[in-house]
């Protein structure tokens, strides 16, 4: 069994498409329409047949508490892997991105938080040695 897809509720579909793939640098892989919304995804160009993200609707009633929530204790909705994550902190914030936790050592792991605009808080990080 493995992964090959996972959803972030996201408030905008064209907004959340364009911070992926412009601030984030994934690319895009489905940009089917359905109804008013689409089904949208972006994969890593690390791994272009890997796990698509499907940047998700957030319009389900039990989605905005839970955000409201998780968002508000600071807690990131998931967590994106890099190889330095100083050196993508530096890169995002240049590109106007907001952290809400800037780059923390937290023994074999570093971290950071960022806002993605859409509604949630991501994490990126890095083992020592990896």
Do not use: C
Request: aromatic fraction near 8%.
């Amino acid at each position: 069994m493995k992964i090959t897809l996972l959803s972030i509720f996201v408030d905008n579909q064209d907004a959340a498409l364009a911070f992926y793939i412009e601030k984030l640098g994934f690319l895009p892989a489905a940009d089917v329409p359905m109804g008013e919304h689409r089904w949208l995804t972006v994969v890593s160009p690390e791994a272009p047949d890997g796990t698509q993200i499907v940047l998700e609707p957030s319009d389900h009633p039990a989605v905005k508490p839970f955000r409201d929530a998780i968002v508000a204790d600071g807690i990131p909705f998931t967590s994106f892997g890099v190889t330095d994550v100083q050196a993508e902190y530096d890169r995002l914030l240049a590109m106007g991105v907001t952290f809400t936790q800037a780059p923390l050592v937290q023994g074999p792991v570093t971290t950071a938080v960022l806002d993605d605009t859409v509604g949630n808080l991501i994490q990126i990080a890095a083992m020592a040695g990896a």
